[in-house]
């Protein structure tokens, strides 16, 4: 069963979409098996109300491009058993990409958006993105190597970055850990190396829909916030992800808060609440205690093995950040706060921080249903989100009706 949603662009949701009696092409017409199921050509007449030589036509140019098939026969009603036509979920393959600050995963999927094989390796991203994206795209050899594909098979890329991205072009905008990204063009890069569409997002952002996913509860408004070596939230309003005018819309790590006076931020301004509470923050406070404490996993570490200072360090850097998302509450309203990246894992701890100021600060209307918790799958929710955020985009009637224009001109 596919897992589309709506919050990711505003292409209508391929399980609502209407096919329009008469008009429509192949991409609209397979957006009728994206639900996942089986339909006989009789059923597909009478939900697109098209002539059958022309249904067939479009069913003829999806089968050229591999999507759909023959499957199991339906019942019969009398006489020969229909024929039944479904989405061939492994008739393609999606990459999915997650850079982190320290970390790269790589996944492929099929257009079931069910994984088949990941892997990871630790980067330094300071080494910029030729030598990353590379590192990726070896890492997808080997994982295709073992599915035993081909880079052909790939019909689509989703990766997330940890910066602001500019959506319609997947080029970083001046991200502040990412020196060299600036205004590189990812899509462009991979390219050159496969024929396949290519969406880069803020990973964020690719965390709050790999969430929403997961996510049985009232998810048509809340934030996903990362905790992490950065911090950053994406934002879920009425069902639709949000951006903002230049996709930079939930970079809360960088607003100020009152205990970063006179503390000074990578990215040149005073008081960032990521100058004070992001994990090497955290982290650099303990050591100031004569701590041993060096990376995010250390500080989690700590916590769990019940080290006071690091429990207060942890406590601290939730009421910092609570004094941002108070007054997001009061901005967003949100139904829910989900808080995801390597410092969560300190649990209840960090929650207790958070709820502190939120609940004292935020209105009673605003926060008497709120619910603020852990993220239940925070590790492979950005690649969650790129393998959706990647199909959705791919089997969308326009692109789907490009893909059978160049099989026209190739014909």
């Known amino acids: 069963m596919l897992c589309f949603t709506d919050v990711m662009t505003n292409i209508p949701s391929p399980q609502n979409a209407q096919v329009s009696r008469g008009v429509s092409g192949a991409g609209e017409v397979l957006q009728l098996f994206l639900d996942g199921n089986a339909h006989s050509r009789t059923d597909l007449a009478a939900l697109t109300g098209m002539a ?19 499957v199991q026969e339906g019942a019969s009603t009398g006489g020969r058993p229909p024929q039944r036509i479904a989405l061939l979920p492994e008739a393609r393959l999606i990459l999915a990409i997650d850079l982190g600050a320290s970390h790269l995963r790589v996944a492929l999927s099929n257009l079931a958006s069910v994984p088949q094989f990941q892997a990871q390796s630790p980067i330094v991203l300071s080494d910029g993105p030729e030598v990353i994206l590379q590192a990726a795209l070896k890492l997808a050899d080997d994982l295709l190597s073992k599915a035993k594909r081909q880079r052909d098979d790939i019909i689509a890329v989703g990766m997330g970055v940890p910066g602001p991205v500019i959506f319609d072009t997947g080029q970083p905008a001046n991200p502040p850990i990412m020196p060299g990204w600036d205004r590189f063009n990812i ?20 965390m709050a829909l790999g969430e929403r996913n997961q996510n049985d509860e009232d998810n048509d408004n809340f934030l996903f916030v990362k905790i ?6 994406g934002i879920i309003s009425g069902g639709l992800l949000q951006r903002g005018a230049q996709g930079t819309a939930g970079d809360i790590g960088h607003v100020r808060i009152r205990r970063g006076d006179g503390i000074f931020c990578h990215c040149g301004n005073e008081g960032c609440l990521e100058a004070v509470a992001s994990g090497p923050k955290i982290a650099q406070a303990l050591r100031d205690q004569d701590i041993e404490a060096h990376s995010n996993t250390d500080v989690v570490d700590l916590v769990a093995a019940g080290n006071i200072q690091a429990i207060h360090a942890v406590r601290q850097a939730g009421r910092d950040l609570g004094e941002v998302l108070a007054a997001s509450v009061s901005l967003l309203n949100p139904s829910q706060i989900v808080i995801g990246g390597r410092i969560s894992a300190a649990g209840e701890h960090l929650l207790a921080g958070i709820r502190e100021v939120v609940y004292q600060r935020g209105a009673p209307l605003s926060t008497q249903h709120l619910q603020i918790r852990t993220s239940r799958s925070w590790e492979d929710g950005a690649l969650r989100g790129a393998s959706m955020i990647a199909l959705h985009h791919a089997l969308s009637p326009q692109a789907i009706e490009a893909k059978a224009t160049e099989l026209l001109a190739a014909n």
């Open 187 to 206: 899509p462009e890069w991979f390219h050159q190396h496969l024929d396949a569409l290519v969406i880069v997002d803020n990973d964020v952002n690719l």
């Open 228 to 233: 992490a070596t950065g911090i950053g939230s």
């Open 52 to 70: 059958r030589s022309t249904l067939q036509e479009r069913l003829d140019t999806l089968t050229q491009l591999g999507l759909i098939g023959l």
